[in-house]
């Protein structure tokens, strides 16, 4: 009986240390998307973001969209990075829950 | 094997993540009770006719008063009646309703006994800004399609105050019931609305009979009165007098009033009728049911272009020939570059400044329909003064503290918007085609035209968008795959030779 309270113990911890990575990844991803969409705004209020845009409008495609789905997946990746990185530190000092 | 499960063990965390992040920023959503909240809402409400809900219960539930003020409302929730009646509690909502076969004024905790009378015979409608009728079943007229409980002087139509943030405009105009609805929300005509570009409408929720419900009776008159206030953001505006010259981007604007003649079905073709306002008054085009037109205009100075405040005064008036009119008033964005045989109309408000929107109109002695047995309030009564008058249209008793709460929830670097977080790559589905305001350029440079339009046309454009988008995003992670499973030796010249 013991054994089986053990292994569920072990689910638990693993469930908590995903649900951990998953939130701080989700917290780096709000927080480094924020921090681009500052460029964003800079970028596309002011004259700069008006050259941008016509030259887009010569373009077949709409470049500020393409850019921005690209800018989207970079934000996604580095809070992915900085996530795992944090994770991994967290987890080298506190191994116990391991 | 190991990269196969080391790419698998990726995907999940991906794929956790995406469904993690989707489902927090809708759960936050509906907790911050935003235009998604709304949405089912209101929905749930407007389109069923046997729910035992209602608007009341609801927007109570949702919406206690103490926070109305104190938190931006989004739309449609506009269909308070308040009176001046000074007995009444201006923190409650007001209605006049039937009692013992008699209009009275309600009180919040009849309206809460009430609301689940559901009686699909006798009922008391209006419009929404969509023009759908909307029942609430808490009222029911004793005496069938008698006028009872019509408007008497001096009685309060009020909407709530409507904030629109740029970001996520695209849920808060429209009616969603397919999905194309949600990625490309329409107006009221079946138009599309394009992104960040947005129209504003309402309609004066008059209540007759069920025949002529929402309409007003040919030859009658209201007065009414809206305001643009701008919240958080400024409205920078150029204002000169001329049509044209009213936008925060130097491009056209009207405020075009029209009135919907249903009867005749002149609906969607050309079933308006307008009079465009301008900057000075009314500037009339065809018929001209909206007359004595004022703008007020609210500066921080009078010698800078920043406006915090416009004010309308006008009325409108029934015209004798068409019988039951729909009054509805519209804020279109006018690209005056379009050719004028068929206007394109914009709405107004694409940037992502908030705007607060807070309508209110009071009924005068011509529209008064004999039979009502309501208390008259004084005529002549102040609107300004009048009890419910900050609670009823949404504006702060103190402004100048709330204001300030309000500028920094709205601004505040650290007030993030959970909204869907690849939003950015989903855009790339929606209007590609739109052109393009360059104000700062076409200044430099002496333009008449302050916009610049693709050269390709949106059926191209609209195309190869998305697939080049797709076609990043895979080249992005594709290259976080590669480097996640790398060991060093994949990226020495070995490693090209031979496979791992």
Redesign the interface.
């Given at each position: 009986m013991s054994g089986v309270a053990t292994q569920l113990f072990s689910v638990f911890l693993k469930i908590a240390k995903?649900s951990a990575?998953?939130f701080v990844?989700?917290t780096f991803?709000?927080a480094v998307?924020?921090i681009i969409s500052?460029i964003g705004v800079v970028a596309s209020n002011?004259?700069i973001g008006?050259?941008f845009?016509?030259i887009?409008?010569?373009?077949?495609?709409?470049a500020l969209?393409?850019f921005?789905?690209?800018?989207?997946?970079?934000s996604?990746?580095l809070a992915?990075l900085l996530a795992r990185k944090i994770f991994n530190l967290y987890k080298e000092n506190f191994a116990v829950i391991g | 094997m190991k990269g196969i499960k080391k790419c698998f063990g990726l995907f999940l965390v991906l794929a956790t993540m995406l469904g993690l992040s989707l489902s927090v920023s809708f759960g936050v959503n509906a907790l911050r009770h935003d235009y998604d909240t709304l949405k089912v809402v209101s929905d749930d409400y407007f389109y069923s006719s046997s729910s035992a809900y209602t608007l009341n219960s609801l927007y109570q539930t949702e919406y206690p008063q103490s926070n109305a003020l104190s938190q931006p409302i989004p739309v449609r929730m506009y269909n308070r009646l308040n009176t001046v009646n000074p007995t009444l509690n201006p923190n409650y909502w007001n209605y006049r309703t039937w009692q013992n076969g008699e209009c009275k004024y309600s009180n919040d905790s009849y309206r809460q006994s009430n609301v689940r009378s559901v009686n699909t015979t006798n009922t008391v409608s209006w419009f929404n800004n969509w023009d759908y009728m909307v029942t609430d079943y808490g009222y029911p007229p004793t005496s069938g399609t008698t006028y009872n409980c019509n408007p008497v002087p001096g009685d309060w139509y009020s909407w709530d105050s409507i904030y629109m943030y740029g970001v996520s405009k695209e849920w808060g105009v429209g009616r969603y019931s397919t999905l194309d609805d949600v990625f490309n929300p329409k107006d009221s005509f079946g138009n599309y609305f394009t992104n960040l570009k947005y129209m504003y409408s309402f309609s004066l929720p008059l209540v007759y009979n069920e025949a002529t419900v929402g309409k007003l009776t040919p030859g009658r008159e209201i007065q009414f009165s809206f305001r643009l206030q701008s919240a958080g953001t400024f409205l920078s505006s150029d204002i000169e007098g001329n049509l044209s010259q009213f936008d925060i981007n130097h491009l056209g604007v009207s405020f075009r009033l029209y009135a919907i003649d249903e009867d005749n079905s002149q609906y969607s073709s050309n079933g308006y009728f307008s009079s465009v306002i301008n900057n000075s008054g009314v500037t009339p085009s065809g018929a001209n049911w909206f007359s004595d037109c004022s703008m007020t205009k609210n500066q921080i100075q009078p010698d800078q272009e920043l406006i915090t405040e416009l004010i309308f005064n006008c009325k409108f008036t029934s015209p004798t020939t068409l019988s039951h009119v729909h009054p509805n008033i519209s804020f279109y964005y006018h690209d005056p570059n379009e050719s004028s045989t068929r206007t394109r109309l914009y709405p107004i408000w694409y940037n992502e400044s908030p705007v607060r929107f807070g309508a209110s109109y009071i009924v005068t002695d011509n529209d008064w329909t004999p039979g009502a047995s309501a208390s008259i309030p004084p005529s002549g009564a102040d609107l300004e003064s009048a009890p419910g008058y900050a609670s009823t249209i949404g504006y702060d008793d103190d402004g100048e503290s709330n204001g300030g709460d309000l500028y920094n929830q709205l601004t505040s670097m650290f007030s993030f918007n959970f909204t869907n977080p690849f939003g950015a790559y989903f855009a790339s589905f929606r209007d590609n085609s739109s052109c393009v305001n360059i104000p700062i350029l076409a200044d430099m440079i002496h333009a008449e035209q302050t916009t610049y339009c693709p050269w390709f046309d949106s059926a191209t454009r609209d195309i190869v968008t998305p697939i080049l988008s797709t076609v990043a995003v895979m080249l992005c992670f594709g290259f976080l795959v590669r480097w996640l499973k790398s060991t060093n030796s994949d990226f020495s010249p070995e490693a090209s030779k031979g496979g791992d």
């Open positions: 995903f990575l998953l990844t989700y991803m709000t998307n924020t500052f002011s004259i008006e050259v845009g016509i887009s409008a010569c373009l077949p495609f709409n969209a393409v921005g789905a690209i800018s989207n997946v970079i996604a990746i992915f | -």
